[in-house]
């Protein structure tokens, strides 16, 4: 209990949910919007609170990969692309994708690590999935991202037996592509492992939005392109509206997508 008043003293009430007159459930947090150059624009609780970054971390996971030019290598679609930045919901479109950026590295399912689970379309279209249905890692709402370290591994023939461990290449240059964008040195950051037994590292809530706000303007990951490439380069994550292909109808992420294409944004001092 002591550590769990630890953890909510600095968090703030930010949803409210009623029944009739009466309080249901309140749902505590910390808010931080933050500009590429990394100042604190908005903010509600702790903006600096240690945050366990799970999903959230896929794009920088993936950015080495896209740095060094994995994805014109292997010829991935932009909406492969966005299977490596983000979960999906284990539909057929979702894993048929994901079958065909392992085919197009030389990989196979039987090499991802990510583990097996029903697809969470059915949770989020509360259905259950069909009698005897049998599912793989590609069913994984991960498996885009481990597809990506899997052609990492076979770009630049490291092993792939080993490519979840701290020590490996790939999980070194994830690293350093982290602790670039959110510009928390690489000796600092707090590592635990994911869900689907990843690597993952906890930031402070007002770095981790600062790297989302560079990986919109592109311009650090550019500069993190020229320092690994040893010149000029360029890089980029698909501007498209994805989000339709990464959630099912009715997961609250994708209305979140919608909303959010839907708001005009102001333009980046």
Same mark, same amino acid.
């Given at each position: 209990?002591?550590? !769990?008043?630890?953890?909510?003293?600095?968090?703030?009430?930010?949803?409210?949910?009623?029944?009739?007159?009466?309080?249901?459930?309140?749902?505590?947090?910390?808010?931080?919007?933050?500009?590429?150059?990394?100042?604190?624009?908005?903010?509600?609780?702790?903006?600096?609170?240690?945050?366990?970054?799970?999903?959230? !971390?896929?794009?920088?996971?993936? !950015?080495?990969?896209?740095?060094?030019?994995?994805?014109?290598?292997?010829?991935?679609?932009?909406?492969?692309?966005?299977?490596?930045?983000?979960?999906?919901?284990?539909?057929?479109?979702?894993?048929?994708?994901?079958?065909?950026? !392992?085919?197009?590295?030389?990989?196979?399912?039987?090499?991802?690590?990510?583990?097996?689970?029903p697809p969470l379309y059915y949770t989020a279209m509360e259905e259950l999935p069909p009698a005897g249905a049998k599912f793989t890692a590609l069913h994984h709402n991960c498996s885009g991202k481990h597809s990506g370290m899997l052609a990492y591994c076979k770009l630049f023939g490291l092993s792939a037996d080993s490519y979840l461990a701290f020590d490996h290449p790939l999980q070194q240059a994830i690293r350093t592509a982290v602790a670039h964008l959110t510009s928390v040195p690489e000796g600092e950051l707090i590592a635990g492992i994911d869900g689907c037994s990843a690597p993952n590292y906890a930031i402070p809530l007002d770095r981790l939005a600062q790297a989302f706000a560079r990986l919109a303007t592109a311009f650090e990951m550019n500069v993190f392109v020229a320092r690994r490439t040893g010149g000029a380069g360029e890089c980029e994550y698909p501007t498209l509206p994805l989000e339709e292909l990464l959630a099912a109808d009715r997961r609250a992420r994708l209305e979140v997508a919608r909303w959010t294409r839907r708001t005009p944004r102001s333009p980046s001092p």
């Open positions: 209990m002591p550590h !769990l008043r630890r953890a909510l003293a600095p968090q703030v009430p930010l949803s409210i949910v009623t029944r009739g007159d009466a309080t249901d459930s309140v749902h505590y947090g910390s808010v931080a919007v933050v500009d590429a150059a990394g100042r604190l624009l908005f903010s509600a609780g702790d903006p600096h609170y240690l945050t366990t970054t799970r999903s959230a !971390l896929k794009p920088l996971q993936a !950015l080495p990969f896209v740095a060094r030019g994995g994805v014109e290598h292997f010829g991935y679609s932009p909406e492969q692309v966005a299977l490596l930045c983000a979960s999906h919901s284990g539909e057929p479109r979702h894993v048929e994708a994901v079958a065909d950026m !392992l085919r197009r590295a030389g990989c196979s399912v039987e090499q991802l690590q990510c583990g097996v689970h």
